[in-house]
T-cell receptor, first 115, second 112 residues
Framework: DADVTQTPRNRITKTGKRIMLECSQT?????MYWYRQDPGLGLRLIYY???????NKGEISDGYSVSRQAQAKFSLSLESAIPNQTALYFC??????????????FGPGTRLTVL | RKEVEQDPGPFNVPEGATVAFNCTYS??????FFWYRQDCRKEPKLLMS???SGNEDGRFTAQLNRASQYISLLIRDSKLSDSATYLC?????????????FGTGTRLKVLA
């Protein structure tokens, strides 16, 4: 079984709808991240969480919110979806080993289309 | 100037060739560096970390040049299976900080 899972894998929705993307991990990592990927722009950080009580905005958090329900679960919500939120969304986890080299493990991604 | 810059490619090379990519970063205080591999429509996966002294993993060699603020990835004896996008990732902060800056990727096509 995959260590980092995302649901749904694909979603088409309409402008103005609320949508939630879910991420679960079995790696036991405290740190979890949400990114979006757009052609030509690379991965950009939306939100990150270092533990259940620690939630932080990334570089492009406007229009998004998150919930860390447990160490293993981190959900991303679009309160009122708009077409420019059409993108590939990745959840990632990482451990923290006390040094600067901490590998990130990504989920398979959610392809979201907002019409 | 972008924080992390890569040539988008594509680099089209024949099987067996040697190919090298560079990636420049703007923050001279950056602490750690990585190369990730991403196959089409798949998630990124760590290929290798890049250490100050340079490091090698089989056919792959990564180097860091702090003076000129770039990292490089060398692939020897290219295989068809090496076709992918290679993402340069930089952590600009001190140990423990969250921020990973991703380049837009360099696309490699290995041709039969």
């Amino acid at each position: 079984d995959a260590d980092v899972t995302q649901t749904p894998r694909n979603r088409i929705t309409k402008t103005g709808k609320r949508i939630m993307l879910e991420c679960s991990q079995t790696k036991g990592h405290d740190r979890m991240y949400w990114y979006r990927q757009d052609p030509g722009l690379g991965l950009r950080l939306i939100y990150y969480s270092f533990d259940v009580k620690d939630i932080n905005k990334g570089e492009i958090s406007d229009g998004y919110s998150v919930s860390r329900q447990a160490q293993a679960k981190f959900s991303l919500s679009l309160e009122s979806a708009i077409p420019n939120q059409t993108a590939l969304y990745f959840c990632a986890t990482s451990d923290f080993n006390g040094g600067p080299y901490n590998e990130q493990f990504f989920g398979p991604g959610t392809r979201l289309t907002v019409l | 100037r972008k924080e992390v810059e890569q040539d988008p490619g594509p680099f089209n090379v024949p099987e067996g060739a040697t190919v090298a990519f560079n990636c420049t970063y703007s923050n001279s205080a950056s602490q750690s560096f990585f190369w990730y591999r991403q196959d089409c429509r798949k998630e990124p996966k760590l290929l290798m970390s890049v250490y100050s002294s340079g490091n090698e993993d089989g056919r792959f060699t990564a180097q860091l040049n702090r003076a000129s603020q770039y990292i490089s990835l060398l692939i020897r004896d290219s295989k068809l299976s090496d076709s992918a996008t290679y993402l340069c990732v930089v952590n600009p902060g001190a140990s423990g900080t969250y921020k990973y800056i991703f380049g837009t990727g360099t696309r490699l096509k290995v041709l039969a």
